[in-house]
């Protein structure tokens, strides 16, 4: 398997750019999502289109990845926080500057429907990215930990309604996952040959054991669009 790519250590006084590449924030959302990468002694910056409103989504196709590219391609910002998920980041994934995105690997920070940027940046640069959100004490601090290179170790909830799906043993390897429908769908799309040697992890709200089993049936076994 290719070497994973690292993105350097965040660290204090560096610029942040928060981006919408998919629905839009409201504005008591992005100003949340700036105050808390602020307090880690970060200086945070918006993208010129993260207010932007178009439908469902964060403005136009071709400015929300306008803005994922600009801060891609500035050595001076060091890391991406896409303001929320929502849907429209499958949108925009052959209009990412991956040249760019090798040339100057820096992380990309975000949940839900960003997950399909997770999986396109690692399928065309290998590059490692953090499934997290700014909001909340406990996925703040977990998305700081792994920024900063503290570290964070993923640990079963067991009053969660899938923590019976599971097996005993250890294993290593590259985590790859996020929102199980976009995962699902882009495992088919892609035939899943590009996440080889991977250990998979998915995130589903209020999913139970058979629904997320029915689910990768489905979606693995349908063929790619």
Same mark, same amino acid.
């Given at each position: 398997?290719?070497?994973?790519?690292?993105?350097? &250590?965040?660290?204090?006084? /560096?610029?942040?750019?928060?981006?919408?590449?998919?629905?839009?924030?409201?504005?008591?959302? #992005?100003?949340?999502?700036?105050?808390?990468?602020?307090?880690?002694? #970060?200086?945070?910056?918006?993208?010129?289109?993260?207010?932007?409103? +178009?439908?469902?989504?964060?403005? +136009?196709?071709?400015?929300? =990845?306008?803005?994922?590219?600009?801060?891609?391609?500035?050595?001076?910002?060091?890391?991406?926080?896409?303001?929320? $998920?929502?849907? $429209? =980041?499958? &949108?925009?994934?052959?209009?990412?500057?991956?040249?760019?995105?090798?040339?100057?690997?820096?992380?990309?920070?975000?949940?839900?429907?960003?997950?399909?940027?997770?999986?396109?940046?690692?399928?065309?640069?290998?590059?490692?990215?953090?499934?997290?959100?700014?909001? $909340?004490?406990?996925?703040?601090?977990?998305? &700081? *930990?792994?920024?900063?290179? *503290?570290? =964070?170790?993923?640990?079963? /909830?067991?009053?969660?309604?899938?923590?019976?799906?599971?097996?005993? $043993?250890?294993?290593?390897?590259?985590?790859?996952?996020?929102?199980?429908?976009?995962?699902?769908?882009? %495992?088919?799309? %892609?035939?899943?040959? %590009?996440?080889?040697?991977?250990? +998979?992890?998915?995130?589903?709200?209020?999913?139970?054991?058979?629904?997320?089993?029915?689910? %990768?049936? +489905?979606?693995?076994?349908?063929?790619?669009?």
């Amino acid at each position: 398997m290719p070497t994973t790519l690292i993105p350097p &250590r965040l660290t204090e006084g /560096d610029r942040v750019r928060l981006v919408s590449p998919a629905s839009y924030p409201s504005e008591e959302l #992005l100003a949340e999502s700036a105050r808390v990468p602020e307090s880690w002694g #970060l200086v945070p910056e918006v993208g010129a289109h993260a207010l932007d409103r +178009r439908g469902f989504l964060a403005g +136009r196709d071709e400015d929300r =990845a306008a803005d994922l590219n600009e801060a891609y391609r500035d050595p001076g910002v060091r890391a991406l926080f896409a303001t929320r $998920g929502g849907a $429209g =980041a499958y &949108r925009i994934v052959d209009l990412v500057d991956y040249d760019a995105v090798r040339a100057d690997p820096k992380p990309l920070v975000g949940f839900s429907d960003i997950t399909a940027l997770h999986l396109a940046l690692w399928r065309n640069c290998r590059i490692a990215g953090v499934h997290g959100f700014l909001s $909340g004490a406990r996925s703040a601090e977990s998305t &700081r *930990a792994l920024l900063t290179g *503290a570290g =964070a170790v993923l640990r079963r /909830d067991p009053a969660a309604l899938t923590a019976a799906v599971g097996f005993p $043993g250890a294993a290593s390897g590259p985590v790859l996952g996020g929102h199980l429908g976009t995962v699902a769908g882009t %495992w088919a799309r %892609w035939r899943a040959r %590009w996440a080889r040697g991977c250990r +998979r992890w998915t995130a589903r709200s209020c999913s139970w054991r058979p629904r997320a089993a029915s689910g %990768w049936g +489905r979606w693995t076994g349908s063929s790619p669009s």
